[in-house]
């Protein structure tokens, strides 16, 4: 298996986790980086490009996210919060008016960032093209009424999250999440990240497509009680319905769904523009530095815990991003992050100074726990 790029001296655990991934995990193109007190310590890639196809995998070659994109888009609400700007405490109703009827007058904006807002559901899911209007999402969360009293429980806002604080910053800075990521985030930074895809940029990003998991060996592990994948498939349940607020989903490959910008789930990096971002999260990149201290505490304190009314496993978040947990291994108890259906992951862990980065173009059944991203951090944990 040809793989390029570099690895500092104790970080080839990573490299070999990382052709493994291609022998017997069935990647098909990939990278991975990784950032060690604001350094760049690893970054590999391989395969090809497109899923389907046969040009070979760039180091510029970015991928779109999924629900990646939730971590990235996270840091916005905790930017304006820092420079005073947003209050997580208020009602979302006080930047938002519209959003208080059916009953949300007391949801609060840290009650969207950390799943607990009871909005995971539209009663009337979205076409495509509907999603991709920027008003026609945040208007239907605002006619939605909650699922449960907002507050008393978490379950994953898999899409609904995205429109919830899309909104939000559009009525506090007057930007949309997409332009606020690049004037103030991946623009200092120089961070090959979007949310809403320009033009100039599309001949950098390779096509994804669904990719079978090889047989799994080994011993068998009892089956939970209710596996994700039947709670997807009952129509009536908080699953099926959170994932089906579009529906059908859009063609992620099509180029108006890559250049709009959806923050729960349409992100588009490269594995370094991803790793980047995070490590300025905890620490100085190249001058950059994002979060002081204190919003990195803000970030992974516990917000949410237990079993997850959508995703039905144990799941942690804290504001935005998830927590190192069963169904998100990160590298330690202090890391946040998130994971991308299908693959991508990205977290920072401010103990070790590590942020890490992966994006693949062969998308799995996954939601939280991809094998191959698991592998990495795996290896990485292993270098250190």
Do not use: C
């Amino acid at each position: 298996m040809d793989v390029n790029g570099t690895v500092a001296e104790g970080f080839e655990p990573v490299r070999d986790a990382f052709v493994r991934n291609f022998e017997a995990l069935g990647d098909r193109g990939a990278a991975v980086a990784v950032y060690r007190d604001g350094r760049r310590v690893v970054d590999l890639w391989a395969g090809t490009r497109d899923v389907d196809g046969t040009e070979p995998w760039q180091r510029g070659t970015a991928q779109i996210m999924r629900s990646a994109t939730k971590g990235v888009a996270a840091a916005v609400p905790l930017l304006l919060a820092q420079r005073g700007l947003l209050d997580l405490d208020a009602p979302v109703a006080a930047y938002w008016p519209e959003f208080k009827a059916r009953g949300k007058e007391r949801v609060l904006v840290r009650q969207v960032l950390n799943h607990r807002a009871g909005l995971p559901v539209l009663d009337h899911p979205l076409t495509p093209q509907e999603a991709l209007d920027p008003l026609r999402g945040p208007a239907a969360v605002a006619a939605q009424a909650p699922v449960w009293e907002p507050g008393t429980d978490h379950g994953y806002h898999a899409l609904t999250y995205g429109w919830l604080l899309d909104e939000l910053v559009r009525r506090v800075t007057g930007r949309g999440a997409g332009e606020w990521i690049a004037a103030e985030i991946a623009g200092p930074l120089d961070a090959d990240l979007w949310l809403g895809l320009p033009e100039a940029q599309a001949h950098r990003v390779g096509r994804v497509g669904r990719v079978e998991a090889p047989e799994a060996t080994g011993t068998l592990r009892a089956r939970p009680r209710r596996s994700v994948t039947e709670a997807y498939t009952d129509p009536d349940s908080l699953t099926n319905r959170a994932f089906g607020a579009i529906t059908p989903f859009p063609d992620q490959n099509d180029p108006a769904y890559r250049a709009s910008a959806l923050p729960a789930t349409n992100g588009i990096a490269t594995a370094d523009g991803l790793a980047r971002v995070y490590a300025a999260l905890i620490g100085e990149v190249d001058g950059v530095r994002l979060f002081t201290p204190a919003t990195v505490a803000l970030a992974r304190a516990e917000e949410s815990a237990g079993p997850d009314r959508v995703l039905v496993i144990n799941t942690r978040f804290g504001l935005g991003y998830m927590l190192h947990g069963s169904a998100s291994p990160f590298l330690g108890p202090g890391s946040f992050g998130h994971p991308g259906r299908g693959g991508a992951l990205g977290f920072a862990d401010p103990e070790t100074g590590i942020a890490f980065g992966y994006v693949t173009n062969g998308l799995r059944k996954t939601v939280t726990a991809d094998p191959r991203a698991q592998a990495l951090v795996r290896a990485v944990r292993a270098a250190l």
